[in-house]
């Protein structure tokens, strides 16, 4: 089955940035459009960004736009989160997504926490 391995998380200041990567297993990948969701304790899990099997296409939600920047290298089967100019409320469980005709994967997700 398909793997999605996320990775890049960790603690960072408020105004900081991180990168948050994610690796696919298989050949689907290329042909399937991808997203990042996050959950924060005690929330239900959020879309946070989404892009299209050739990346023509992102959207974001409300809360990060202007900030985080969604892309993909499909050679490489790795998905990207930059996130800029981190909030305290960005601080979650971020989880990559995969979506191919029927199928749907999750990843293990990476903690990223934003505190001072």
């Known amino acids: 089955q398909v793997q999605l391995v996320e990775s890049g998380g960790g603690l960072v200041q408020p105004g900081g940035s991180l990168r948050l990567s994610c690796a696919a297993s298989?050949?689907?990948?290329?042909?399937?459009?991808m997203g990042w969701y996050r959950q924060a304790p005690g929330n239900e899990r959020e879309l946070v960004a989404t892009?299209?099997?050739?990346?023509?296409?992102?959207n974001y939600a409300d809360s990060v736009k202007g900030r985080f920047t969604i892309s993909r290298d499909n050679p490489k089967n790795t998905m990207y989160l930059q996130m800029n100019s981190l909030k305290p409320e960005d601080t979650a469980v971020y989880y990559c997504?995969?979506?191919?005709?029927?199928?749907?994967?999750w990843g293990q997700g990476t903690q990223v926490t934003v505190s001072s």
């Open positions: 298989g050949n689907i990948f290329r042909l399937s459009a």
């Open positions: 892009i299209t099997s050739g990346g023509g296409t992102v």
């Open positions: 997504n995969l979506k191919y005709l029927t199928l749907e994967y």
